[in-house]
């Protein structure tokens, strides 16, 4: 796999790394993308072939829950759905919530066709314009897919909480389910705010809310335990049938998105609590805590924007600090600082625990159409709860958690590589008609030849040149990360600027502007 290493902030002379060149035409870009990253195209024919003769024959013996209201709750433009979700209450009165997860083991069989490319690909790619699954659409669009009206075979988790949202009981089983509804998240959220306007009939709606209740106290005992919230929108881009970007759009996560994540959450936590529990080693997901030092330099940082903190080496503390800073004017640049200060998630056959979602033990679980580790994961339980074997052995889990580390960050860095030829083009497109458009800016960095600045409209940034700033000489501060000229114009992280493109530079993925008017500072007093 070919690895880009990303040096932005080298200066105007920096040595250009290698970056997936555009396609010859807008339309070729992502297939540009696939070459460069090496993602295949095409599924080998002993897969496509092993994938048509699927069947829903031999199901084995199921929990039957066809007459359960079980729902589906994704984005508009999903294409497979491999989770849903059910609410009942206990004899006594507690919340009891059922995770439903496609049976994908049952399907692909360790060994096969399927399999082996399932386990070469490790994750699918999600494009601006295709996905590249991890399985045959035979499998991620038929299948495995819980749509809403037909029989799909799962594997189901239920949960018993307490008053209080704590999990006092779990149990799983493999189970058959047709799914009665399909909905995005922005049905679920009416139903959730009480619009008028909302779909969703009365006794579907009280589920909803009753999950969307017990999801909000799962929420708050996290981060009563120390979770990070840390906010990052995500961006997604329309493009024509030509391949041309027509326009972008940031989400944030609102309730309907924290429903689903919260019982995802639950459910990955409480399939790994009970491997665990039988000593029985898995593939984990762990997010380690962050390094001192990097913490040490992050509160540094935070402080020369004016931004208390207290001690980040603290989990607690660092907990509140999350909170309070999403108060804070700068909280963009403030969550991509923690976040660059933060290590990335990734896959172990030795558990570490979830720094992130204050969580001891956790695997994933809930995809996997589209992640081979969860499958993984469903054929341990499954071997568990049929009392067979053998487990997976440890050198073997060491090598898929190494392989599924590396697609996993392939694909993220091949998805975002799309992202970027598209927004260049766009911005080369408006520079070669004459046009110089304006943004609003933050910069997010000093150094010695300029400032770096976040367009949070386009969700790029770039490198306004020391030349730019003034006709005197500008003097870099190490000190305290300022530019500064004679006369007291500065320039600090935190500050906004309007600035004009002025560059596109598709080799070395860089833009270019310049200020358009004065500075303001957005720092808190």
């Known amino acids: ?154 594997f189901s988790v239920f949960m018993e909480f307490d008053k209080d949202g704590k999990m006092v009981k779990r149990s799983f089983a493999k189970s058959i389910i047709r799914s009665k509804a399909r909905y995005a998240y922005e049905d679920v959220m009416a139903a959730i705010d009480g619009r008028k306007d909302c779909a969703i009939g009365a006794k579907e709606r009280k589920t909803i809310l009753a999950i969307n209740s017990l999801a909000q106290k799962l929420r708050a005992r996290r981060f009563a335990a120390g979770a990070l919230d840390i906010d990052i929108p995500e961006t997604t881009i329309a493009l024509d049938e030509n391949g041309e970007m027509t326009g972008i759009e940031t989400h944030r996560g609102d309730e309907s998105h924290q429903l689903v994540e919260e019982c995802m959450v639950a459910a990955n936590e409480a399939v790994a609590t009970e491997l665990d529990s039988k000593k029985i080693a898995i593939l984990s997901r762990i997010h380690e805590p962050p390094d001192a030092d990097k913490l040490e330099t992050l509160q540094a940082e935070l402080k020369s924007l004016g931004v208390k903190t207290g001690n980040l080496l603290k989990r607690a503390a660092f907990a509140r600090f999350l909170q309070s800073a999403k108060r804070h004017p700068l909280y963009p640049t403030i969550s991509m600082m923690i976040l660059r200060s933060m290590k990335r998630a990734e896959y172990s056959p030795v558990k570490h625990g979830h720094y992130g979602l204050a969580k001891e033990h956790y695997a994933h679980f809930t995809s996997p159409i589209r992640r081979y580790p969860d499958l993984t994961v469903h054929r341990q339980l499954a071997a568990y709860l049929e009392g067979r074997g053998p487990h997976v052995p440890p050198a073997a889990l060491a090598e898929q958690a190494r392989h599924s580390n590396a697609c996993e960050q392939r694909a993220a860095e091949a998805e975002r590589e799309l992202l970027e030829i598209k927004k260049y083009r766009i911005l080369q497109a408006r520079l070669d008609k004459g046009d110089r458009p304006e943004y609003e800016a933050t910069i997010v960095k000093c150094a010695p030849f300029g400032c770096f600045v976040e367009v949070e409209e386009l969700a790029v940034s770039g490198l306004v040149h020391v030349s730019t700033l003034s006709r005197k000489f500008v003097r870099f501060n190490r000190e305290d990360q300022t530019l500064s000229a004679p006369g007291g114009e500065s320039w600090r992280i935190g500050q906004t600027m309007r600035v004009r493109l002025s560059g596109v530079d598709f080799v070395q993925r860089r833009l270019d502007f310049a200020p358009a008017r004065r500075t303001s500072d957005r720092r808190l007093k």
């Open 1 to 154: 796999m070919k690895r880009v290493k990303r040096e932005r902030e080298k200066g105007a002379n920096a040595a250009s790394t290698p970056y997936a060149p555009p396609g010859k035409t807008p339309r070729e870009d992502t297939l540009s993308v696939m070459k460069f990253f090496s993602i295949p195209r095409s599924f080998p024919k002993g897969a496509l072939a092993e994938a048509e003769r699927c069947s829903m024959e031999n199901p084995g013996k199921r929990l039957d829950l066809r007459k359960k209201f079980i729902f589906t709750c994704d984005p508009q433009t999903a294409r497979d759905y491999d989770d849903a979700l059910s609410f009942s209450r206990s004899p006594g009165g507690r919340c009891v919530l059922g995770v439903h997860i496609a049976d994908v083991s049952h399907f692909v069989r360790p060994g096969g066709a399927l399999d082996r490319e399932a386990a070469k690909r490790s994750t699918s790619v999600y494009f601006a314009d295709r996905v590249v699954p991890m399985l045959p659409e035979a499998l991620s669009n038929g299948l495995c897919s819980l749509v809403p009206g037909e029989d799909r075979l799962a």
